[in-house]
């Protein structure tokens, strides 16, 4: 949305007036708020001009939880609070430690037919703690029978024959 930006003024919609102390006809200079500076205008039409919260969050296109949040980060940290906050997990309880991982890789490449069962006993035995779950030995790692069944076992077209079978260049097969 694109406001004129003042420092000691509220501009609660577009701007439309030209800049103080020009003329009619003078090129209006129009730029895009952040959207830190837009929060901090509406949290200022609240505060000093004693707008209602209402009124200035239907002028921003708000709802009027988000001016209150706003309020509130506001009286808590000033203008950097206003800022965009990460939506990043502060922890993850079932991720898996990167030593356990990695070991769980190497087995993985070492012993392609062992499964999650296996691997997490292993990994238990050999000390690792929290020892993984065999579903966070699954996640890291994936299911290695469902690989190595694709390499090992032939096409379902190609062994059921006939219509389904995938036919080489030049070969006919018939019903």
Do not use: C, N
């Not at 830190?36 to 609240?46: K, P």
């Not at 950097?80 to 991720?95: F, G, I, T, Y």
């Not at 029978?145 to 390499?151: A, L, V």
């Amino acid at each position: 949305m694109l406001y004129a930006h003042s420092a000691d003024a509220l501009h609660l919609g577009p701007a439309l007036f030209s800049s103080p102390g020009r003329g009619r006809g003078a090129a209006q200079v129009l730029r895009e708020l952040s959207k830190v500076e837009q929060r901090y205008d509406a949290v200022m039409g609240v505060i000093k001009d004693g707008l209602a919260v209402t009124e200035v969050a239907e002028k921003f296109g708000v709802t009027r939880q988000s001016l209150h949040a706003w309020l509130r980060r506001y009286e808590t940290g000033g203008i950097e609070a206003l800022a965009d906050r990460s939506h990043r997990p502060k922890s993850v309880p079932h991720q898996i430690d990167g030593a356990a991982e990695a070991r769980v890789l190497e087995l993985r490449r070492l012993h392609p037919f062992w499964g999650q069962r296996t691997i997490a006993h292993r990994l238990a035995k050999e000390g690792y703690s929290p020892a993984p779950s065999e579903s966070g030995v699954y996640r890291s790692g994936g299911d290695p029978h469902r690989q190595w069944s694709r390499i090992l076992r032939p096409a379902l077209g190609q062994r059921l024959g006939g219509a389904l079978r995938q036919d080489l260049p030049g070969e006919r097969h018939h019903p």
